[in-house]
């Protein structure tokens, strides 16, 4: 109910009309439950709906591979692709979900390069939005990039190399390996 006719209530209408189209919605939406919830065995309160999140444009998300890929060449660092995002680029498909995820081995990242790299990042005012115990989150430009850093293990010896989109990009060897072992 918007324009003209929600203007003129009082308050204490507009609250009695949301009150009664929200009752409406909830009944609406257990009838439309009730069936999956007889077969599941839980009721109307314990029913969890999923969060959906919309893929961002292959565009934007390309963007902001690029701008990392950028600057982790300048800092001479071998960043990798993990999750979905090197799934993506294997496959030589358009980029799709809600972020990037990226890769970084604990001794590139600790060690004088990542100087170089912080410094690009802090030029183009890209810093870290949130910090965990073993990543970093940036936003570019609407696009969660995630930064993974992993201590040194027998999949990030000898990284395989995928070409995309005009360049090369790194990925852990044996992927599924690393998949298997990291992968939550």
């Known amino acids: 109910m918007t324009g003209d006719y929600m203007d003129n209530q009082t308050p204490n209408q507009q609250q009695k009309n949301e009150e009664i189209v929200g009752k409406s919605i909830a009944h609406s939406l257990q009838d439309s439950i009730k069936p999956y919830n007889e077969k599941n065995g839980t009721d109307f309160d ?9 893929s961002l444009p292959h565009e934007q ?6 701008f990392f890929w950028d600057g982790f060449e300048r800092a ?8 979905d995002t090197a799934r993506q680029v294997m496959a030589d498909t358009n980029l799709s979900g809600d972020k990037l995820t990226l890769g970084i081995r604990r001794m590139e990242w600790n060690g004088g390069q990542a100087r170089v790299f912080q410094a690009f990042m802090e030029h183009e005012q890209i810093k870290p939005i949130k910090k965990g115990e073993d990543y970093y989150l940036f936003d570019y430009k609407g696009v969660p990039v995630y930064l993974y850093v992993y201590d040194e293990n027998p999949c990030l010896d000898a990284l395989d190399i995928v070409f995309y989109n005009n360049e090369t990009f790194n990925t852990p060897n044996p ?6 072992k990291y992968d939550k």
Request: glycine fraction near 0%; include cysteine.
């Open 76 to 83: 001479s660092m071998n960043f990798f692709l993990i999750r």
């Open 46 to 54: 314990t029913v969890i709906v999923e969060k959906v999140t919309p």
């Open 175 to 180: 992927f599924d390996a690393f998949c298997e």
């Open 61 to 66: 998300l390309l963007a902001a591979l690029f």
